[in-house]
């Protein structure tokens, strides 16, 4: 057995793949024993889904980012066309126009509803896929090579004609993690000003509000003080776990967090994602990582 990379459009990892295993079927070509496109996946927490069930990508999720590709492709052709046509005043033109802003309308909905309701599904490998042969060749066969970079679409090239040295081969898959990651997004970001500006309201509301009433706004005031990233940043460096997988990022204006799906089942109990979501906050979050740290000075997870 051997393996050959092949290099593709980043984000066509998946696609390419599919598009292979059908040219090698209608080629009938058999010396290739299987394709790696390193899939693995991440769960953004929302409340149209009832619980975080990390279980393993099946075919019809699989399915179900290829239509979305595909359905994001026909729209960015759709937005190319009609702006095309703008440039064109007449009657059938203006017509056209209005037929080509309802299919894109039509598309947008059709694209957010299969995104809302699957997994976000990428390659651990961006940029590239494996390709595993049966037999011990030390270069790819010609009418291979020929086969993957003429007849698959979105393949930019084959880096290497030699094989990847098995030593390299076996210390990847060793080090690979294929485990899905959970993505929690918490509060807008809001700029300096309108920092300022909800500060001095929560302030103002805190002087005059009743005891009851109080703690609430207090909790919000903490929430929109405490920097998530420079917080985790901190537990990074203090501690020898692998907390650096956690990242955090600004996310359509909101403070994003993601990290590996087995931490994410450590620090959250909850059964429901609605109980996850019901009382969420930065600040919480990092009294989650705060607590789970502060019960063992190393973590393993198996």
Same mark, same amino acid.
């Given at each position: 057995?051997?393996?050959?990379?092949?290099?593709?459009?980043t984000g066509s990892e998946i696609v390419v793949k599919e598009m292979l295993e059908k040219v090698l079927q209608q080629s009938r070509e058999? &010396? =290739?024993?299987?394709?790696?496109?390193?899939?693995?996946?991440?769960?953004?927490?929302?409340?149209?889904?009832? &619980? =975080?069930?990390?279980?393993?990508?099946?075919?019809?999720?699989?399915t179900s980012h290829l239509y979305a590709q595909r359905l994001q492709n026909s729209l960015s052709n759709l937005r190319l066309a009609c702006e095309k046509l703008k440039r064109h005043k007449d009657s059938d033109s203006l017509s056209l126009i209005k037929e080509y802003r309802n299919n894109i309308k039509l598309v947008t909905d059709k694209l957010k509803a299969v995104k809302n309701n699957s997994r976000k599904i990428s390659s651990v490998l961006p940029g590239y896929i494996l390709v595993e042969l049966d037999a011990n060749f030390h270069y790819l066969p010609s009418h291979l090579w020929h086969l993957i970079t003429k007849r698959v679409p979105k393949v930019i090239a084959i880096p290497s004609k030699m094989n990847i040295p098995q030593a390299e081969i076996d210390f990847f898959f060793q080090q690979v993690d294929l485990s899905p990651e959970v993505e929690l997004q918490m509060e807008e970001t809001l700029s300096y000003e309108e920092k300022i500006k909800a500060e001095d309201q929560l302030l103002y509301e805190i002087n005059k509000e009743d005891a009851s009433n109080k703690e609430a706004s207090i909790?919000?005031?903490?929430?929109?003080?405490?920097?998530?990233?420079h917080e985790l940043a901190n537990m990074n460096n203090k501690t020898n776990t692998f907390m650096d997988q956690v990242r955090s990022y600004i996310k359509n204006k909101r403070i994003t967090v993601s990290m590996p799906s087995k931490l994410f089942k450590i620090l959250f109990k909850e059964k429901t994602t609605a109980e996850i979501l019901s009382a969420f906050s930065s600040t919480d979050l990092i009294y989650r990582f705060k607590r789970w740290i502060s019960t063992r000075n190393e973590v393993a997870l198996e």
């Open positions: 057995m051997t393996f050959f990379a092949v290099q593709v459009h058999t &010396s =290739i024993k299987a394709i790696y496109a390193m899939e693995s996946y991440t769960q953004v927490v929302k409340d149209n889904i009832d &619980s =975080i069930d990390c279980k393993n990508i099946t075919l019809e999720e699989i909790d919000e005031l903490d929430n929109m003080n405490t920097n998530v990233g």
